[in-house]
């Protein structure tokens, strides 16, 4: 069904990102966002694709309270031998992970839930990210940039670590918080219009 206006919110964002709203805006689909507030703690022996679809379908869930607007949830991490990386808590922490990721490919999962007419929908996207090898003085030149403070393995592939990366495999809008391949699939299962505008 066409929608009515071009800026009509056509679905609910669970999240506070701003990438994630940026990258739903850039294929057309204007959102109204809602943050909320979960507990992200791994559960114990809890595989890193379960740990994200759950954070991602729990964010839609808690999200979509009081609208009929479907509900997108998402949740990013990078994963290392099998450790989840998620935000730094600091300076040390962010060059911590930066050295655990230099000169070496790592997998970031990005998982996407949409809950809606059709139930909850979710999906996991792995995407493989090669790191060239890291110096500690660009480490830290790097954390006084400011960017890595708020992302998940302290780097944005959409900012200066652009210039760490040397290889990808996968999604890149998944790195940046939403996989818009798979994403633009699961809205189309909830009946959510990516093409028509008046
Ligand atoms: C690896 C990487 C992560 N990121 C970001 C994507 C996510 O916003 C963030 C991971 O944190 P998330 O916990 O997935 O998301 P968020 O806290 O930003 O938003 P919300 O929980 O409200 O949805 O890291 C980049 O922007 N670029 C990158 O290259």
């Given at each position: 069904?066409?929608h009515?206006?071009?800026?009509?919110?056509l679905i609910?964002?669970?999240?506070?990102?701003?990438?994630?709203?940026e990258l739903?805006?850039?294929?057309g689909?204007?959102?109204?966002?809602?943050?909320?507030?979960?507990d992200?703690?791994?559960?114990?022996?809890e595989a890193?694709e379960?740990?994200?679809?759950?954070?991602?379908e729990e964010?839609?869930?808690?999200s979509?309270?009081?609208?009929?607007?479907?509900?997108?949830?998402?949740?990013?991490?990078?994963?290392c031998?099998?450790?989840?990386?998620?935000k730094?808590r600091?300076?040390d922490?962010?060059?911590a992970?930066?050295?655990?990721?230099?000169?070496?490919?790592?997998r970031v999962?990005?998982?996407v839930a949409?809950v809606g007419?059709?139930?909850m929908l979710?999906?996991?996207?792995?995407?493989?990210?090669?790191?060239?090898?890291?110096e500690?003085d660009?480490?830290?030149?790097y954390?006084a940039t400011g960017?890595?403070?708020d992302?998940?393995?302290?780097?944005a592939i959409?900012g200066?670590?652009?210039?760490?990366?040397?290889?990808l495999?996968g999604?890149h809008s998944a790195v940046v918080?939403?996989?818009?391949?798979?994403t633009a699939?699961l809205?189309?299962?909830q009946?959510?219009?990516?093409?028509?505008e008046?």
């Open positions: 069904m066409p009515e206006s071009s800026d009509a919110p609910r964002l669970a999240s506070a990102s701003p990438r994630r709203r739903l805006a850039s294929i689909v204007p959102v109204e966002v809602h943050p909320v507030d979960i992200e703690t791994p559960r114990p022996g890193p379960a740990y994200v679809l759950r954070l991602a964010k839609a869930q808690a979509a309270a009081g609208t009929r607007l479907p509900t997108l949830g998402s949740d990013t991490a990078v994963v031998d099998d450790a989840i990386l998620g730094p600091d300076r922490h962010a060059a992970m930066l050295r655990s990721l230099s000169g070496r490919t790592h999962l990005t998982a949409v007419p059709a139930g979710s999906v996991c996207v792995s995407t493989e990210v090669a790191l060239r090898e890291l500690d660009e480490i830290a030149a954390w960017e890595p403070a992302k998940a393995g302290g780097y959409q200066r670590a652009a210039i760490f990366v040397s290889r495999e999604s918080g939403l996989p818009l391949f798979e699939e809205l189309a299962r009946d959510v219009p990516l093409w028509f008046n």
